[in-house]
Structure formats: C-alpha cells, structure tokens
C-alpha cells in the first residue's frame, strides 16, 4: 500500500459527497483483479502518480491497460507527463507529495458537483454525528 492511498480514499469520499457520483479508491496492483473490466469508452480514471519508484513503474502499465480498455485517464503527476490529460503539481518530498495532490482532487470534486447542480455544502446523506 502506498503512502497516497490514504489520500485516494479520502477523496473518493470527497467525490461521492460533493458530485454525488460513484467513486472508488483502487492501490494500482489491485486494479487488475475486477476493476479493469468496469473500463470502456470514454470511462474516466484519476490516478494519483505514486512517488515511489516501483510503484511509478506499475502505475504507468496500468495506466496503458485503461487506455487500452477505451478509458480516459487523468493523472495527478510532479512530473513531465505524456498523458492526455495531466494535472501537474509542484514537486515535493514524499511525505509532502499526498497535501499536494489534494488541492487539484478537492478542485475536481468541487467542480463536478458544481456541474451536476449538487448542493455542495450540504450533501443529501451527510448527517451530524453528535457525541457525548
């Protein structure tokens, strides 16, 4: 498990509240064992580029397999980036790199729930947990 996928599932969260929209957290060695074959055309990804090295390796096969599949694929990247569709974050150190990869998925969830007319401030299922 990777040190962003704390991030990944947070955000997911994020995505789901904010846009009311279906989003799952997936570690890129899991995405080969039942995920891949959600992928057809057009279907979006956002990954999180891994800082580490053999990880970085595994993310850019699995991107490929996505695109392969037809899947468009965002990628939330420090580095210079072929992909289609990249958002570049500055380049930190590791422990720092999953704060800069939130700004641009909390940017994301605000603004697809912006564009599905969701109420972002209040989503329909959060409730106030009130504790003793």
Same mark, same amino acid.
Request: with cysteine; glycine share 8%; net charge neutral.
């Given at each position: 498990?990777?040190?962003?996928? @704390?991030? &990944?599932?947070?955000? #997911?969260? #994020?995505? %789901?509240?904010? $846009?009311?929209?279906q989003?799952?957290? =997936?570690? /890129? @060695?899991?995405s080969?064992? @039942? *995920? =891949? ?18 990880? %970085?390796?595994?993310? /850019?096969?699995? &991107? ?6 037809g @899947?468009?694929?965002?990628?939330? /990247? ?8 990249? =958002?570049?974050?500055?380049s930190?150190? %590791?422990?720092?790199? *999953?704060? $800069? #990869?939130?700004? !641009? +998925?909390?940017l +994301?969830?605000?603004? +697809? ?6 109420p972002?401030?209040? !989503?329909?299922?959060?409730? %106030?947990?009130?504790? &003793?």
């Amino acid at each position: 498990m990777g040190g962003i996928f @704390g991030l &990944a599932c947070k955000k #997911s969260a #994020s995505g %789901k509240e904010a $846009a009311d929209l279906q989003a799952e957290d =997936i570690e /890129t @060695g899991e995405s080969r064992h @039942g *995920p =891949i074959t959600l992928v057809s055309n057009g279907y979006p990804i956002v990954m999180i580029n891994p800082y580490e090295e053999d990880a %970085k390796a595994a993310s /850019t096969k699995i &991107a490929e397999l996505i695109k392969d599949y037809g @899947g468009e694929v965002v990628k939330i /990247t420090s580095e210079k980036d072929q992909a289609r569709h990249a =958002i570049q974050i500055p380049s930190t150190i %590791k422990y720092l790199s *999953p704060i $800069a #990869s939130a700004v !641009p +998925l909390q940017l +994301l969830a605000y603004c +697809l729930g912006v564009a599905r007319k969701q109420p972002i401030d209040k !989503p329909r299922a959060l409730v %106030k947990a009130i504790t &003793a």
